[in-house]
């Protein structure tokens, strides 16, 4: 902080020839000093150093606070009140309760092949419908650690949007060029993951070409280029990763959707003690506490087997269930990946988990 302007401090006189007696010069050295500490140097009252904090720290303010009723009454546009983005699908955004929050990271995991990138996809052109229609009126950053970007899915998709959303109009879903916002990236390690992160996706979010980054996957990098014994300092790298990606989604309230793999439950462990995984099944996702700490959501999707046709999987039933996030129950909803992309099955009653 610079030095003190004593001028804008709505005090009196005696407490600031106090404060300047005491050779303190600063904002930054009053709030950071206790109160009795401040007593000590200034000799002044209890009262009067409590006074002095308050009135420093209000000037040092960057934004004026906001209450949980001017965010319910949406009095707050630069924050976006309410809006979220939307996966394309009803049922979907249902279980969300609209969609992906734009602040924040939101974690899909799951088996291989289960349908977790091509909900990544979808998103991605979600993201470049206009706010009207529930997307963001911009790109998407796509950064592929494991498998090459699966660019005929996203052509296909591109052509069947019409049909995952029949509600938009013709004209407004062929005026987009939806592959030309897609930003790809792939990494092969984790230095270019985080020289990726930390240099060209900021870049792009800046000039406003995208709103949303997705790393398919997260557990990807941190698996193969750590041993079992090195899980300290994994743990450092990995905390450092995700403290990257949340300053990106709250600095310019970019979703961020991280694909993650699971790992199978080891034995005598008991998943119904877990709220870091669906406790019907034999596997968690990747990364451990660590991880799952940075999540603002986190979300599993499984194959339903058992209801589904031999040989078809597009007609096998799949399960989407939140796990945990701080605004939504513990719930799930059923879907299936079709031609044109992942779409939820409407049950007659919502179903808890």
Known sequence: MEVMDWDKLHLSSRIITAVKKAN??????????SGPDLQR???????????????????????????A??????????????????????????LLRGGVPLSGITELAGESGVGKTQIGLQLCLSVQYPLEHKGLGSGAVYI?????????????????????????????????????????EHTADLAALQACVL???????????????????????????FQSDETIERARHLLAFANSLQRLSHSFQAPVL?????????????????????????????????????????????????????????????????????????????CRVKEEGVKGIRLLDPSPS
């Not at 303190?24 to 709030?31: M, T």
């Not at 209890?46 to 040092?60: G, T």
């Not at 296909?156 to 959303?165: A, D, H």
């Not at 240099?199 to 698996?223: K, T």
Request: charged share 25%.
């Open 41 to 67: 140097l200034t000799r002044l009252s209890q009262p009067d150093v409590k006074n002095l904090h308050i009135a420093v720290a209000e000037l040092n303010r960057k934004a004026q606070p906001i209450t």
């Open 144 to 184: 592929c650690t494991e498998d090459s970007f699966p660019i005929k899915r996203l052509r296909q998709l591109i052509t069947q949007q019409s049909r995952l959303r029949p509600e938009l109009p013709a004209e407004l879903v062929h005026s987009i060029r939806f592959s030309d916002n897609i930003y790809i």
């Open 199 to 225: 240099r060209r996706v900021p870049i792009l979010l800046s000039r406003g070409l995208v709103r949303l980054v997705v790393v398919d996957s997260v557990a990807a990098l941190f698996r193969c280029e």
């Open 69 to 94: 009723l001017q965010l319910y009454h949406g009095v707050c546009p630069t924050l976006e009140t309410g809006h979220k983005l939307t996966l394309g699908c009803p049922v979907l955004d249902g």
């Open 24 to 33: 303190i010069k600063s904002a930054r050295e009053i709030l950071s000093l």
């Open 258 to 334: 991280c694909i993650n793999q699971v790992t199978d439950i080891v034995d005598n462990f008991d998943p119904a003690k877990c709220s870091y995984g669906m406790v019907d099944t034999r596997v968690l996702p990747a990364l451990g506490m660590a991880w799952a700490n940075q999540v603002l959501i986190r979300l599993m999707l499984r194959r339903l087997e058992e209801q589904g046709e031999a040989g078809d999987s597009s007609r096998t039933p799949r399960k989407l269930e939140v796990v945990f996030a701080p605004h939504l129950p513990q719930a799930f909803c059923l």
